[in-house]
């Protein structure tokens, strides 16, 4: 029954919780993450594990409706599609050192929870094939407890090996595919998908390869702006959450004679927060914004990325290189370009550097951000409720932020991502449905 479900939702949360310093340190060596990130993806794992608690409902195993006629009745009913396979792919031009295990999402625990949440709640079993198995194997330990056996099962492998025997599995009957990659470069993600089609079964994928751009509005309120641009970039994982970390960043004016004063305002209020940034040489120091990179490989990637910026005719503000005062990890400076070149604006880049675009009086913000964009997510920092809804109504993103940090949402648009699983509409794609058309005697006739 629904009710029980919500009662091991809740007692994984609170298990979560309770083991949340020794669950944090896993992940923080396994992601490169700062502790106190860490355990902010626990404590959020665990509410939204008890956000998916609270939909259990009577109602989310169907409703009643009327029928055409005074003794018809349809009975609409929700059913567990069955089993889920959650398929975290690892990156594929990213090898493992001794040490570190090839993962390739920073947030691998709330990761999980958003497809085990809604899954276990609405009836369904469940089979993780995780990016990051440090992460995954506590978490099965902390499970193994509280959920039934054969309800969530955890497998740790190759990719291509095991997503593809879990695709083509008679048994699965729901697939959701998570990829940092792009869909052209992750020949994994195509297989998932062809082989989805071929069978006939629904799919959700969040890929990556897409910019998240942020637009500023001469109006908005500067200091919080700059403090939520930064944070993006070195709260979250040292920029390397895809789909959602902004970028590029563009500054739009519209006060007559403003154009040059508030996009050099703008440009030195974030210069001096991010070269105040303070980076860590490991993830457990304290009092640090960010650590590294995950991998040497994502080090050089981005190095070339900011080089070949540079060769376009960007300008480095601050930082552009590899930081080799620090003794291990792998670490880039917290870098700040602009006049980034426009061949490189909806390109994902995964790492501590932020790009502003100035967009002159005679550019319209419209062509670029309604037209020449679309993908997984957009912010928006402005006062002004009118561009607000135009982006929403005309613009091609799954979700928007307005005035605030971003999140790992999942409400996929567009050419990387298919479809969404986060909230009540998102819930109900873990279930399928059948009704019945009930003709009932009729007892007053009697």
């Known amino acids: 029954p629904p009710t029980q479900r919500a009662q091991i939702l809740q007692q994984l949360a609170d298990a979560l919780v309770t083991q949340s310093t020794q669950l944090s340190r896993i992940i923080s060596e396994e992601q490169g993450s700062t502790m106190a990130l860490a355990q902010a993806e626990v404590e959020a794992s665990a509410d939204y594990l008890r956000y998916c608690a609270s939909l259990a409902a009577p109602g989310i195993n169907g409703t009643l409706l009327p029928g055409s006629s005074g003794t018809e009745q349809i009975q609409l009913h929700r059913v567990p599609r069955g089993v889920v396979a959650a398929l975290f792919l690892s990156s594929s031009n990213n090898a493992a050192t001794p040490n570190q295990s090839a993962s390739s999402n920073p947030w691998p625990l709330r990761g999980m929870m958003q497809v ?49 025997a879990l695709a083509e599995h008679p048994s699965t009957s729901y697939i959701r595919c998570i990829t940092t990659e792009s869909l052209e470069e992750d020949a994994t993600a195509q297989t998932i998908l062809n082989t989805a089609a071929q069978r006939a079964i629904p799919v959700v994928l969040q890929s990556g390869g897409s910019a998240a751009p942020a637009v500023v509005w001469d109006d908005c309120d500067l200091p919080t702006t700059v403090q939520h641009l930064w944070s993006s970039r070195t709260l979250f994982g040292a920029g390397q959450v895809p789909c959602y970390t902004p970028h590029p960043i563009y500054v739009v004016t519209t006060k007559e004679n403003s154009s040059s004063s508030f996009y050099d305002e703008f440009v030195q209020a974030l210069m001096q927060k991010v070269e105040q940034t303070k980076v860590g040489r490991t993830p457990n120091e304290e009092n640090i914004d960010m650590c590294g990179l995950m ?74 951000l309604l037209k020449g964009h679309g993908g997984p997510s957009a912010s928006l920092f402005t006062a002004n409720a009118t561009v607000i809804q135009k982006v929403m109504s005309q613009g091609k993103f799954g979700t928007v932020f307005v005035n605030r940090d971003p999140m790992p949402a999942n409400q996929g648009y567009h050419s990387n991502s298919l479809g969404g699983t986060d909230g009540e509409l998102g819930l109900m794609q873990y279930t399928t449905t059948r009704c019945i058309y009930w003709n009932m005697p009729d007892t007053k006739a009697k």
């Open 116 to 164: 085990l949440g809604p899954a276990l709640v609405t009836g369904n079993t469940l089979v993780i094939k995780p990016s990051s198995p440090l992460t995954a194997l506590a978490l099965a330990q902390i499970m193994d407890d509280i959920i039934p056996p054969g309800v969530v099962n955890v497998v740790v492998g190759n990719d291509d090996t095991l997503c593809t």
């Open 295 to 368: 991998h040497a490989t994502q080090l050089h990637k981005l190095a070339a990325w900011v080089q070949q910026a540079r060769n376009g005719g960007a300008k480095v503000e601050t930082g552009g290189n590899i930081n080799t005062q620090m003794s291990s990890g792998y670490h880039y400076q917290p870098t700040v370009l602009t006049n980034l070149p426009e061949n490189m604006r909806q390109q994902q880049v995964l790492g501590p550097v932020w790009s502003v675009v100035k967009l002159e009086q005679n550019q319209d913000w419209q062509d670029v």
